[in-house]
């Protein structure tokens, strides 16, 4: 198993340009989300998903989109990126939607606004 | 909305020494609590977790510790090896939806 595939690794960006981070994962997991990852911040939550179809805010949504068309994929779509977007971002899936269990990352996308 | 916070920031431990993380949450709800080993370049790595109806649980040479009453919990890493050498990151349930609240992390250096 693949696990949590994130892609690309790194890329930059013009300030006002979009682009799609993609996100899969190959485990049957439910649960999938977003962290950015940010200097002295930790991992701060940008949207969720509990299944295909529905998806939610986290703690930090503004100038993010996402959705959630199949068990396996989660795209973040940046619609006109931002210097302040200029971050780390992993992606997360856990098996259950309800109960406690842990994540499993992928290993992140390097994204840097110019 | 629940708060995690970590300390200390960095911990440097000479190599087979132990290395003790603490975290305190604030809502009294939250009953899983994970830790994360992030190495350089990587994505954070699930460790060990706890839930809230244990006070103690190991594996080999770590461990997680739990006080309900205090809201805190603390990662314990005996005879610490360069290869401990990471960030850790701890978490705490919030809410519904399996949702997580992160610290901010601890760097820890093993020193040889």
């Known amino acids: 198993n693949a696990g949590v595939t994130q892609t690309p690794k790194f890329q930059v960006l013009k300030t006002g340009q979009s682009m799609t981070l993609q996100c899969a994962q190959d485990m049957n997991h439910e649960y999938m989300s977003w962290y950015r990852q940010d200097p002295g911040m930790g991992l701060r939550l940008i949207h969720y998903?509990?299944?295909?179809?529905?998806?939610d805010q986290g703690e930090v949504p503004n100038g993010y989109n996402v959705s959630r068309s199949t068990t396996e994929d989660f795209p973040l779509r940046l619609l006109s990126a931002a210097p302040s977007q200029t971050s780390v971002y992993f992606c997360?899936?856990?098996?259950?939607?309800?109960?406690?269990?842990?994540?499993?990352f992928g290993s992140g996308t390097r994204l840097t606004v110019v | 909305g629940e708060n995690v916070e970590q300390h200390p920031s960095t911990l440097s431990v000479q190599e087979g020494d132990s290395a003790v993380i603490k975290c305190t949450y604030s809502d009294s709800a939250s009953n899983y609590f994970p830790w994360y080993k992030q190495e350089l370049g990587k994505g954070p790595q699930l460790i060990i977790d706890i839930r809230s109806n244990v006070g103690e649980k190991k594996d080999q040479r770590i461990a997680v510790t739990l006080n309900k009453t205090a809201k805190h919990f603390s990662l314990h890493i005996t005879e610490t090896q360069p290869e401990d050498s990471a960030v850790y990151f701890c978490a705490a349930s919030m809410g519904g939806n399996n949702r997580l609240a992160f610290g901010k992390g601890n760097q820890v250096v093993v020193i040889p």
């Open positions: 997360a899936s856990s098996y259950s939607t309800v109960a406690n269990y842990g994540y499993t």
């Open positions: 998903s509990v299944g295909a179809g529905i998806t």
